[in-house]
């Protein structure tokens, strides 16, 4: 069974900082997808960035990217120059083949002045 | 189109009434799927449909839920009998898999909040 894990629960930043929010996964698969979804509060789940396994090149959404490392099943979030907007929580997610979501149980980041 | 719509956005129900969700997909998106997210949780993957066939249930979903989707359009999500347990909100997300074109990721609805007391 695939599983999500996302170790911090709460994570805080400066405006204009970097940070980095931390996913492991576990799976027998060769071929996945990896998702960052953002779900601010009382807002509805939005798609922050995806990667697909089979590409090595990590995925980048203007001030999002990922640190994908196959083989270690890591699958990191970068956020750099922070802004307010990105309070929220933040959930890793792991899915094979188009199918469901597996989520992690979520990092809570608070982005202050 | 406005996105994925869910209905009600809040309900509270005492403890052994049947309650009934509704989901509105993104109009041309084939897959729809059900999840239920408690707090300080996750998301946990409930059932999905490809346009009106329910093709995975997780174990999570006892008999007393039961999803539907006719057509392939609108799903509802009925529980009934409900427990505290059942309090939750409940996400409804859809997507376009296999039509020729780039597989679309989940879109989310902003979910319906069940309390049962």
């Known amino acids: 069974a695939q599983t999500v894990t996302q170790s911090q629960p709460e994570m805080s930043v400066q405006e204009a900082e970097t940070v980095t929010l931390s996913c492991t996964y576990d799976?027998?698969?060769?071929?996945?997808?990896l998702f960052w979804y953002k779900q601010p509060p009382s807002r509805q789940m939005i798609l922050v960035i995806r990667?697909?396994?089979?590409?090595?090149q990590n995925a980048t959404e203007n001030r999002f990217s990922v640190n994908f490392q196959k083989a270690a099943k890591s699958f990191s979030l970068k956020i750099s120059d922070s802004q307010l907007g990105d309070t929220a929580m933040y959930f890793c997610a792991f899915s094979y083949n188009t199918d469901k979501l597996i989520f992690g149980t979520g990092t809570r980041l608070q982005v202050f002045p | 189109d406005t996105g994925v719509s869910q209905d009600p956005r809040h309900k509270i129900t005492k403890r052994g009434q049947n309650v009934t969700f509704r989901c509105d997909p993104i109009?041309?998106?084939?897959?729809l799927y059900w999840y239920r997210q408690t707090l300080g949780q996750g998301p946990e993957f409930l059932t999905y449909f490809q346009n009106e066939a329910q093709l995975e249930k997780s174990r999570l979903l006892s008999d007393r839920f039961s999803a539907e989707r006719p057509k392939g359009s609108f799903s509802t999500l009925e529980i009934q009998r409900t427990e505290q347990g059942d309090s939750a909100m409940y996400l409804c997300?859809?997507?376009?898999?296999?039509?020729?074109?780039?597989?679309?990721?989940?879109?989310f609805g902003q979910g319906t909040r069940l309390t049962v007391v």
């Open positions: 997300a859809s997507s376009l898999v296999g039509q020729g074109a780039r597989d679309t990721e989940a879109f």
């Open positions: 799976t027998s698969e060769s071929n996945y997808y």
């Open positions: 990667q697909e396994a089979y590409k090595q």
């Open positions: 109009s041309e998106h084939n897959r």
